[in-house]
């Protein structure tokens, strides 16, 4: 992997491990998920509607197909992130997410992308899926998934964080197709997905006005961090996927695992920190490796 799009992908796992600190804190539905659309539609719109007026045009019924793709999988992506938020730990359902989505979305570019990689390479996917597992809890995780008091919420966020890993591979596998073979700008790729989540979310923000507005001025600091911040750490994503193979960039995204495990469990007040910085210390390793291979 380029250095270039190793740098790029460190910055964005930083970036994406603050976002979703502050939607953790938020404890929001999928109204939430409409604050922060409007809020990325609203912030974004010069640079967004700037790259539409250079290739939008030009677009033909593959290119529209892939932004309304990648729309319906990034709202099905939050509602169960966020839903797993509420009944999970977020150092459960984060890491799981984080860890399955990548291992799928490089298996599906090797196999049916014709992707290659190197001994090294795979080594690196290795490291980086095993640090999710010590993250999630390691060996203490399936201890605790059969203790009683502890079964209902661990399960519940081993039950989150892989359905949320299942849209996270599905939306990069896209993604990924799009500014790779499709040639789409990474800009107007996440822009123009957005626009077409507000219109899916709008319905549910008009339903209940008065209720919604309340819940606005409740959740209106985290969802400015989230629908501000999260469209950079994802576009750079998608900038690397055009320099790097998807099956390297995927699982490099993982080194957001190192900030959020030194950051959520501070901020959040969760437990097991030492086997947590373990784990990152194990994803930061792998990603070298996917940068070597």
Same mark, same amino acid.
């Given at each position: 992997?380029?250095? *270039?799009? /190793?740098? =790029? !992908?460190?910055?964005? &796992? ?6 979703? $600190? %502050? ?23 010069p ?18 197909a ?51 990689? *190197?001994? /090294?390479? =795979? !080594?690196?996917?290795? &490291? ?6 010590? $993250? %999630? ?14 079964r ?10 892989a ?7 599905s ?64 576009? =750079? !994503? ?7 193979p998807?099956?390297?960039? %995927? ?20 437990k ?22």
């Open positions: 992997m380029p250095l *270039s799009a /190793l740098a =790029l !992908v460190v910055l964005a &796992g930083l970036i994406h491990a603050c976002w979703n $600190i %502050a939607a953790k804190k938020a404890g929001g539905d999928v109204r939430f998920v409409g604050f922060t659309s409007v809020v990325m539609m609203v912030f974004w719109a640079v967004g509607l700037w790259a539409a007026w250079q290739q939008a045009p030009a677009w033909g019924l593959v290119e529209w892939l932004v309304l793709a990648s729309a319906l999988l990034h709202v099905g992506y939050f509602i169960v992130l966020l839903r797993g938020y509420r009944q999970a730990d977020l150092t459960v359902v984060y890491p799981l997410a984080r860890g399955s989505g990548p291992l799928l979305s490089s298996m599906v570019a090797i196999v049916f992308l014709g992707e290659e990689i *190197s001994s /090294l390479g =795979l !080594v690196g996917i290795l &490291g980086v899926v095993g640090g999710v597992f010590l $993250i %999630a809890g390691g060996p203490d995780l399936w201890k605790a998934a059969h203790e009683p008091h502890r209902a919420r661990v399960r519940t966020g081993i039950f989150y964080g359905f949320t890993g299942l849209f996270i591979a939306y990069t596998v896209v993604d990924g197709y799009a500014v790779k073979v499709a040639l789409m700008s990474p800009i107007l790729v996440d822009y123009l997905g957005n626009l077409v989540r507000f219109v899916l979310l709008l319905p549910t923000l008009l339903r209940d006005r008065p209720a919604v507005w309340a819940l606005w001025q409740q959740q209106r600091p985290y969802a400015l961090v989230v629908g501000i911040f999260s469209p950079v750490s994802y576009v =750079l !994503v998608l900038y690397a996927m055009q320099v790097a998807l099956s390297h960039v %995927a699982p490099a995204r993982e080194v957001s695992m190192l900030f959020a495990a030194l950051l959520g469990g501070h901020l959040l007040g969760e097991d920190r030492g086997l947590r910085v373990a784990g990152a210390a194990l994803i930061a390793l792998g990603v070298m490796a996917l940068g070597v291979g």
